[in-house]
Nanobody, 122 residues
Framework: VQLQASGGGLVQAGNSLRLSCVFTGRDFNSYIMAWFRQAPGEEREFVAAISWEGGTTFYSDSVKGRFTASRDNAKNTLYLQMERLKPEDTGVYSC????????????????WGQGTLVTVSS
């Protein structure tokens, strides 16, 4: 399995951005998928997760109501639509597949992408 995230960039606060993560390998639709981010000098933190078929999503409190995770199983692609971005959303966003921890929020995932940088200016 390989994961390739893209879509990051520099945006002004209040604007939107959509990230994509292309999954290469078998059985994308059998994996719970997630987004994590890491700000400079900070530890990696959970952002969002989505179930196999996309019917269940889970978000961190800091992004709930602003970010939306979705997936297109026909295209083997995970998305993160980010609205009303804030400077504190700045960081490297990585996608992950296949949690093995006790909760989806733990960063215990089998596969990780390389990350895409999102910079939100004030």
């Amino acid at each position: 399995v390989q994961l390739q995230a893209s879509g990051g960039g520099l945006v002004q606060a209040g604007n939107s951005l959509r990230l994509s993560c292309v999954f290469t390998g078998r059985d994308f639709n059998s994996y719970i998928m997630a987004w994590f981010r890491q700000a400079p000098g900070e530890e990696r933190e959970f952002v969002a997760a989505i179930s196999w078929e996309g019917g269940t999503t889970f978000y961190s409190d800091s992004v709930k109501g602003r970010f939306t995770a979705s997936r297109d199983n026909a295209k083997n692609t995970l998305y993160l639509q980010m609205e009303r971005l804030k400077p504190e959303d700045t960081g490297v966003y990585s996608c992950a597949a296949g949690p093995f921890g006790s909760t989806w929020e733990n960063d215990e995932y089998r596969y990780w992408g390389q990350g895409t940088l999102v910079t939100v200016s004030s």
